[in-house]
């Protein structure tokens, strides 16, 4: 696993691939480049920093293709289309499937350079964002059965003695399990509580 950011390319064109990596190499940047989606797939890693730069016509997987099947696997790399032929409907799909842009080629240097740190800056916020995620959950499952019903009820905005007559024990023994959980859980308040429960649904609901 490494945190240096890299600019993945997938293109079929190897005019092209050399081009745009003797460009970004040249700015600084990192660059893999692999001649087809299946490629980058078969290389393709979770710990992978960065962002992918990704052509959209290209024999028997296409641009969209690809972005789909990352979307499968949870990939959080932010994409970058790069093509030459950039119709509205094709556009239109890439960026509702996530794509944070759409470029035609040929786009300048300085416009490609920066739409990766943009691209770049996304990545890091979209893996602060799961890791504060994973700690959430990782913490709701250090919790008894019993205090993720408490937390459950809770957030759904019962009282403890409700609570209590849904579970049929005493208030003061919800009183004891909300305590816990709440510091387990490192909540310092109900609504916080709230919003740590959006990320463990659908445990939370059960």
Known sequence: ??????????????????????????????VRSFASPQAFLNAFSPMDHGCLLLD???????GLDLQAALVERSCLLPIIFLS?????????????GGAIDF???PASKEILIGRIESAFAEDRRRRQEAASENGILERFRQ???R?????????????????ARQLGISPRTVENHRARMMEKMRAANLAELCRMAAV???????
């Open 56 to 62: 959209q016509r290209m024999p028997e997987m296409t």
């Open 143 to 145: 919790l008894t059965p």
């Open 84 to 96: 030459a032929f950039g119709d509205v409907p094709t556009t239109v799909r890439a960026i509702q």
């Open 147 to 163: 205090e993720q019903e408490v937390l459950g009820l809770t957030t759904q905005g019962f009282t403890n003695k409700d609570i």
């Open 1 to 30: 696993m490494t945190d240096v950011q890299t600019v993945f390319l997938v293109d079929d064109d190897q005019g092209m691939r050399d081009s745009l990596t003797l460009i970004l190499e040249l700015a600084g940047y990192r």
């Open 200 to 206: 463990c649904q659908p445990s939370v609901s059960r």
């Open 103 to 105: 470029l035609e080629k």
